[in-house]
């Protein structure tokens, strides 16, 4: 529009960015220096050198405008990877599930999809524009945008939930109707459909713009707090008694997996048998929605790994703390026929009173698997893994040792830019000693880091009882 608020822009400076182009949550399409697709989505823009109100304020005025019709023909013809359209188009005559698929007209400003209800249909934009709003906290937000050849409404039907957000017709809207009855066929009769659905579904419940709250039997998820590759973490809290919960979504297209799903299955097992205040608790794993809830205890705080990047080095006292901490955790598991497998800094979380918890456990076996399967975060495989070895209580030793290292240095103790001479450093040098980089850190701690990193298993702590004394002796 001209108005120079873009970032770097003449007027920038002094009246600052435009919200909409540093608002990144739409996907990241709306954020940098062309930013400001969706700026009507968002609040306190400045447009015609006038401040604009927030989206309930201003929509009426932004239906007018020259850009958000350029924007929306746009949309239209864009990422038609990730249009529903293309299956219509390419199925057409072939599938008997779209091939009678009937035609609605919603006018302009019309509310066809209703947070909260129930809904048997989802909708195909053939051609027009609509907006997703989430009502919550007594405020209206713009979540996403949807135009032609895009789906609306599918994760109702796929999850049978109520719909979780209001759908608004931007422009007047012609769409295809798929009802819940056809919705149910596709699976058996059209398993690449499926598939695309269900990877649209997972990525629609990824959005970085506030979600509608979504009841998982007794509990209640309310915001995103996390994601992964294979999850995405919710705040929560269960309903009866309104303690917080941590509500890990299983992403639909991964549930789909039988084995990760049992990998699932096994990680809500094994930490449901512990109990010690070292280590994250499991509630409950809950199978809804066409994918699986682990609900687990609340942490407030930071992970070990965001801690170290923040404050650069811990301080050796507060790291021994730590450490006896981890030991603790990781023996209560071992005494009870559970290795971690994974114990690294991102898997350590330091909570708001210095408290330690191990946190997941996706990848932790009994001690009386066999399992020679390299996973983990490499930085910390000891070398015996690398040679092809089970892990054991001695890789978990030293795995917790290169996190010390990391922990009170500030830098992992091997270069890591060419992978096979990190791995033959690994394999015949032993660790530098810590005390190089830190010079006035206690004894115990030098000792405790260089016997838990000895290459030789043999030459490690036989226990965590071992190692904890060390680290407690003055």
């Not at 120079?4 to 990241?28: Q, Y």
């Not at 070990?304 to 790291?319: F, G, T, V, Y």
């Not at 708001?352 to 975060?377: M, P």
């Not at 060419?418 to 190089?436: G, K, S, T, V, W």
Request: hydrophobic share 35%; glycine share 6%; charged share 25%.
């Amino acid at each position: 529009m001209g108005c120079g608020l873009e970032p770097g822009g003449k007027d920038s400076a002094e009246k600052g960015v435009c919200p909409a182009a540093s608002d990144g949550s739409f996907s990241g399409i709306n954020s940098g220096k062309n930013g400001g697709r969706f700026c009507w989505a968002v609040s306190e823009t400045i447009c015609n050198n006038r401040l604009q109100g927030c989206f309930s304020d201003k929509r009426e005025e932004c239906r007018t405008c020259d850009f958000f019709h350029m924007v929306t023909a746009e949309q239209g013809t864009k990422n038609l990877r990730t249009k529903f359209l293309r299956f219509v188009q390419s199925c057409e005559g072939k599938n008997p599930i779209l091939k009678d698929l009937k035609l609605k007209i919603f006018a302009a400003s019309e509310r066809f999809v209703v947070q909260g209800q129930e809904t048997r249909e989802a909708y195909i934009i053939r051609s027009g524009s609509c907006i997703v709003l989430v009502e919550k906290n007594n405020g209206l937000y713009p979540v996403d945008h949807r135009s032609e050849g895009d789906i609306v409404n599918m994760s109702a039907l796929f999850t049978g939930e109520p719909s979780m957000a209001s759908v608004e017709a931007e422009t007047e809207i012609e769409a295809w109707v798929i009802e819940k009855s056809e919705f149910e066929n596709i699976p058996e009769n059209d398993p690449d459909l499926w598939e695309f659905l269900t990877e649209i579904v997972a990525d629609r419940f990824d959005s970085r713009r506030p979600t509608s709250y979504r009841t998982i039997g007794r509990y209640l998820a309310t915001d995103i707090i996390g994601r992964g590759g294979y999850s995405i973490v919710y705040r929560g809290k269960d309903i009866p008694t309104q303690r917080p919960v941590a509500i890990k979504m299983m992403r639909h297209n991964m549930f789909r997996d039988s084995e990760f799903l049992k990998q699932l299955e096994q990680e809500a097992d094994i930490v449901s048998r512990l109990d010690h205040p070292n280590i994250i608790k499991i509630f409950a794993m809950i199978k809804r929605y066409r994918t699986g809830f682990i609900i687990m205890e609340y942490l407030e705080g930071q992970s070990m790994m965001d801690k170290i990047q923040r404050d650069k080095r811990i301080a050796p006292n507060l790291a021994i703390n730590y450490l006896i901490q981890c030991c603790l955790a990781i023996d209560h598991a071992y005494t009870r026929d559970i290795i971690h497998r994974d114990i690294n800094p991102g898997n350590l979380m330091v909570l708001n009173d210095e408290t330690i918890k191990l946190v997941d456990f996706g990848l932790a076996c009994s001690v009386f698997e066999d399992d020679q399967a390299l996973d983990g975060a490499y930085a910390y495989l000891a070398p015996e893994l690398i040679r092809g070895e089970t892990p054991d209580l001695m890789s978990e030793i030293y795995a917790l040792g290169i996190t010390a290292y990391e922990m009170v240095t500030g830098e992992r103790p091997y270069p890591e830019d060419d992978p096979a001479l990190f791995n033959h450093i690994r394999c015949c040098q032993e660790i530098p000693d810590p005390a190089i980089t830190v010079p006035q850190m206690p004894r115990r701690l030098v000792k405790f880091i260089k016997k838990a990193c000895r290459i030789d298993p043999g030459e490690r702590y036989s226990s965590m009882k071992q190692a904890i004394k060390e680290l407690t002796c003055e």
